[in-house]
């Protein structure tokens, strides 16, 4: 059993980070009986100076890329339909705002201390593209702290502290300073990255590559 550790640098609300995981998943489905995979989450923000209203993610789109609405529209519909025939739900996703995620990072960081940090992750996909939620509300944050089967008393007491504040900042940094300018990025044992929303089948090749190199005579 080859023995594979994920380190997936993302955040909560880039699309491509839940369509990315999901077609891992698949990838990690067809590979069962070959490797064990451990996984880990860490911070990246795509938008860390966003007040806290937000701004409609058309408008944040169109502004960012310099881009028409005609254009930006097309490709959230692209997005949003590559999502739906992986079975996520994103059917909130044209409506949602840009919102800070600051929050949501130091909340995943606790998760993390209690092996619940991917549930918590697809739980927050769940809130912002599918239902369209604030990521950095306490309450969305709660509420998905408890669909992750986290106790909500003890993830609002996180969330009206700053625990895991440095931390969420230093992995940043560290992860930047590594070179890392776009999510997700798919960290392998530590010395290969994968950029990227990868295909299922792009994810198995490098999986099987990386293997035989761990095990081939020096």
Known sequence: MNKVQIDIVSDVACPWC???????????????GEFAFTIQWHPFQLNPDMPPEGEPILEHLMRKYGRSAEEMQAAQQQIIDTAHELG???????????????????LLGWARDRDHQTELKLALFDAY??????????AVLRAAAEAAGLPG???EQVIAGDDYADEVRAEEAYYKQAGITGVPGFIINGRYLISGAQEPATLVSAFRQIADEATAPA
């Open 88 to 106: 996520l739900n994103f059917r909130m996703a044209a409506q949602r705002r840009a919102h800070n995620t600051f929050d949501a990072h130091r």
């Open 129 to 138: 593209f599918g239902h369209g939620q604030d990521p950095g509300d306490p």
């Open 153 to 155: 008393d003890e993830a």
């Open 18 to 32: 839940a369509i990315g995981y999901k077609r891992l998943e698949r990838a990690m489905g067809e590979l069962a």
